[in-house]
């Protein structure tokens, strides 16, 4: 756990005297009893840890085996790199870089590691000094010569163990996250097994039984997008939309609230952000049936205009049916608007876009005059042609009915 200290500078910056041949024998004799303590200073670096730094505290006194050869083997590097540097500094750096890869992946903090490789380093030379006084005394104005050397060592190797922690916990970051996109991608794909789901939910941050809505947005800026605080929410990335798996409990979703609540956020969002376009799954019950709302989604999604905005698919059963069968779709607008849409492309324009904001004016002829910058006479003119065209009269339910789906099954023709 100590730092490695390796070959002594020639001079040392305690007060700028050369630190020389005696000053290295002295620490080299110093050194050598140390193999032979390993144990007790073992012992002793495991007492300081367990008292300074919680983080070592559990496993210390569980009598952990790991942590005991962890540091018998650092201290065992630290003494030989002071008796042999030239062969011991490369065994020494790889020992520290394996101890800060091995804390990165048990998640011991940074700190309380570079804690304990400084309390090391403390250790090892507090036994060197000890060995010096209580043998020769006379010897320990050589051997403060190369104090700053000796901690230098210890920052070097400190350096050494935070840059393999960092590389260890970015690599990790990276396998957590690819990990969890590949369990939502399963789960959206419906490929997850019922066997898998309780690990599944657990690595995704989701309960297993809960109510869920997919989400699927496509373009625009900015998405997915911040979610209310506490929300919780799985993103995938695919090649044309952003997947989510959205647990509606944290909405508080009772007769339906929390998807409307839901269905709210995403409307704000697309009225801020041009041209993204979000469709929403009813609930369902149970990460197992995510991978079915991921398909209704994906309705959801080809009913929302080009121009943007959110479909909830709930609200929107009648246009997810010819959705979901584009082929009778193509056939239900070729019989029904076939002499329409026969017309000049500007003609059969005008007429389509009046019947179509008629219709989202929910039959008010003044507000889709209004909508399209003409008089109203001028509205009703053109649904009267409508009429005539199509054979279908705007007040017979049936043929409305008829007209409706039509316009739905041509406009997602034509996306």
Known sequence: MSAHLVRPRSR???GGAPAGPDAVAVLRRAALPLLERLPELTDRLLAELREQE????AAIEADCPDVRREVQRSLGHSVASLLDPARSREAARACSARIGAERAARGTPLDALLHAFRLGGSLVWQAL????????PEDARLLVHLAADVWDFVDEHCICVAEAYRRAERELTWRRENRRRLLAAALLDGATRIAELPDVAAALGLPERGRYAVVLVAGGRGVPPALPGGLRAVWHGGPHAEHGIVALDDL???????IAHLAAVFRDMTDRTAGARVGISPAVDGLAAVGGARGLAETALRICP????TVLLAEELPAALVAAAPAL?????????????????????LLLDTLTAWLECEGSAQRAAARLYCHRNTVLNRLRRCEQLTGRGLTRPTDLVELTLALTAHRLQHA
């Open 252 to 258: 508080g979703d009772r007769d339906g609230l929390g």
């Open 54 to 57: 919680p983080a070592y505290r």
């Open 129 to 136: 000094v000890d060995e010096v006084t209580g043998r020769s």
């Open 329 to 349: 779709g193509g056939l239900l607008a070729d019989r029904v608007l076939g002499p329409l849409l026969a017309l000049p492309p500007a003609d059969r324009a």
């Open 306 to 309: 080009a121009r943007g905005g």
């Open 12 to 14: 040392s910056r305690t």
